[in-house]
Protein backbone atom coordinates (compact mmCIF):
# COMPACT_ATOMS: atom_id res chain seq x y z
CA UNK A 1 0.00 0.00 0.00
CA UNK A 2 1.60 3.39 -0.98
CA UNK A 3 0.77 6.70 0.33
CA UNK A 4 1.49 10.45 -0.94
CA UNK A 5 1.09 13.31 0.89
CA UNK A 6 1.44 16.89 -0.58
CA UNK A 7 3.06 19.64 2.01
CA UNK A 8 4.10 23.39 0.51
CA UNK A 9 1.16 24.94 -0.93
CA UNK A 10 -0.04 28.82 -0.38
CA UNK A 11 -0.57 32.03 -1.33
CA UNK A 12 2.17 34.04 -3.05
CA UNK A 13 2.55 36.56 -5.61
CA UNK A 14 3.39 36.91 -9.45
CA UNK A 15 7.27 36.05 -9.81
CA UNK A 16 7.47 34.44 -6.44
CA UNK A 17 8.59 30.93 -5.53
CA UNK A 18 6.89 27.92 -4.03
CA UNK A 19 8.51 24.27 -3.35
CA UNK A 20 6.12 21.79 -2.98
CA UNK A 21 7.12 18.44 -1.57
CA UNK A 22 5.30 14.88 -1.06
CA UNK A 23 6.23 12.27 0.87
CA UNK A 24 5.69 8.88 0.42
CA UNK A 25 5.02 5.59 2.26
CA UNK A 26 6.18 2.19 0.52
CA UNK A 27 9.56 0.15 0.96
CA UNK A 28 10.10 0.10 -3.03
CA UNK A 29 9.82 4.13 -3.32
CA UNK A 30 12.86 4.07 -5.32
CA UNK A 31 11.55 1.97 -7.92
CA UNK A 32 8.49 3.96 -8.59
CA UNK A 33 8.19 6.88 -11.24
CA UNK A 34 7.03 10.26 -9.59
CA UNK A 35 4.84 12.85 -11.00
CA UNK A 36 3.07 16.26 -10.56
CA UNK A 37 -0.07 17.03 -12.26
CA UNK A 38 -2.26 19.95 -11.83
CA UNK A 39 -6.18 20.91 -11.56
CA UNK A 40 -7.65 24.38 -12.26
CA UNK A 41 -11.16 25.44 -11.66
CA UNK A 42 -13.07 24.13 -14.32
CA UNK A 43 -10.44 22.63 -16.32
CA UNK A 44 -8.91 19.09 -16.38
CA UNK A 45 -6.37 18.16 -14.93
CA UNK A 46 -2.56 17.92 -16.66
CA UNK A 47 0.78 17.04 -16.92
CA UNK A 48 3.19 19.36 -15.40
CA UNK A 49 6.19 17.40 -14.71
CA UNK A 50 7.94 13.58 -13.73
CA UNK A 51 11.08 11.95 -13.29
CA UNK A 52 12.31 8.80 -13.61
CA UNK A 53 13.12 6.06 -10.52
CA UNK A 54 16.85 6.87 -10.47
CA UNK A 55 16.32 10.80 -11.65
CA UNK A 56 18.07 9.33 -14.79
CA UNK A 57 15.06 11.13 -16.99
CA UNK A 58 13.52 14.06 -16.08
CA UNK A 59 10.20 15.42 -18.10
CA UNK A 60 8.60 18.92 -18.02
CA UNK A 61 5.29 20.37 -19.40
CA UNK A 62 6.63 23.00 -22.03
CA UNK A 63 4.35 25.47 -19.90
CA UNK A 64 7.19 25.30 -16.84
CA UNK A 65 9.88 24.23 -18.41
CA UNK A 66 12.95 26.76 -17.22
CA UNK A 67 10.57 28.10 -14.33
CA UNK A 68 9.93 24.89 -12.60
CA UNK A 69 12.26 21.81 -11.09
CA UNK A 70 11.39 18.55 -10.00
CA UNK A 71 13.56 16.47 -7.93
CA UNK A 72 13.47 13.23 -5.86
CA UNK A 73 14.95 11.98 -3.14
CA UNK A 74 15.10 7.78 -2.62
CA UNK A 75 16.77 7.52 1.07
CA UNK A 76 14.04 9.97 2.34
CA UNK A 77 10.90 9.01 -0.25
CA UNK A 78 10.20 12.02 -1.22
CA UNK A 79 9.82 14.31 -3.99
CA UNK A 80 10.28 17.94 -4.73
CA UNK A 81 8.30 20.63 -7.25
CA UNK A 82 10.54 23.81 -6.94
CA UNK A 83 8.26 26.44 -9.05
CA UNK A 84 9.95 29.77 -9.60
CA UNK A 85 8.67 32.65 -11.48
CA UNK A 86 5.29 31.87 -10.41
CA UNK A 87 2.66 33.67 -12.89
CA UNK A 88 -1.15 33.76 -12.15
CA UNK A 89 -2.06 30.97 -14.71
CA UNK A 90 0.00 28.15 -12.51
CA UNK A 91 -3.18 29.05 -9.89
CA UNK A 92 -4.34 25.36 -9.10
CA UNK A 93 -4.45 21.82 -6.88
CA UNK A 94 -1.09 20.43 -7.39
CA UNK A 95 -1.26 16.45 -7.22
CA UNK A 96 1.55 14.26 -6.52
CA UNK A 97 1.19 10.72 -8.34
CA UNK A 98 2.96 7.57 -8.05
CA UNK A 99 3.40 4.91 -11.22
CA UNK A 100 4.33 1.97 -9.31
CA UNK A 101 3.50 -0.51 -12.15
CA UNK A 102 5.86 1.04 -15.30
CA UNK A 103 8.04 3.45 -14.44
CA UNK A 104 7.72 5.17 -17.25
CA UNK A 105 7.89 8.93 -15.87
CA UNK A 106 5.08 9.83 -18.55
CA UNK A 107 3.10 12.80 -19.03
CA UNK A 108 0.07 10.28 -18.98
CA UNK A 109 -2.23 10.44 -15.79
CA UNK A 110 -3.39 7.08 -16.82
CA UNK A 111 0.66 5.79 -15.94
CA UNK A 112 0.10 6.91 -12.83
CA UNK A 113 -1.94 4.61 -10.18
CA UNK A 114 -1.18 6.42 -6.90
CA UNK A 115 -2.45 10.18 -5.92
CA UNK A 116 -1.75 11.89 -3.41
CA UNK A 117 -5.21 14.53 -1.69
CA UNK A 118 -3.42 17.46 -3.64
CA UNK A 119 -2.07 20.89 -2.67
CA UNK A 120 -3.87 23.97 -3.09
CA UNK A 121 -1.12 27.18 -5.10
CA UNK A 122 -2.65 30.49 -5.55
CA UNK A 123 -0.34 32.93 -7.10
CA UNK A 124 -2.25 36.53 -7.30
CA UNK A 125 -1.27 39.37 -9.86
Known amino acids: QVTLVESGGGLVQAGGSLRLSCAAS????????MGWFRQAPGKEREFVAAIRRSSERTLYADIVKGRFTMSRDNAKKTVALQMNSLKPEDTAVYYC?????WGLGSSSPTDYNVWGQGTKVTVSS
Open 26 to 33: GRTFSNYA
Open 97 to 101: SADTR
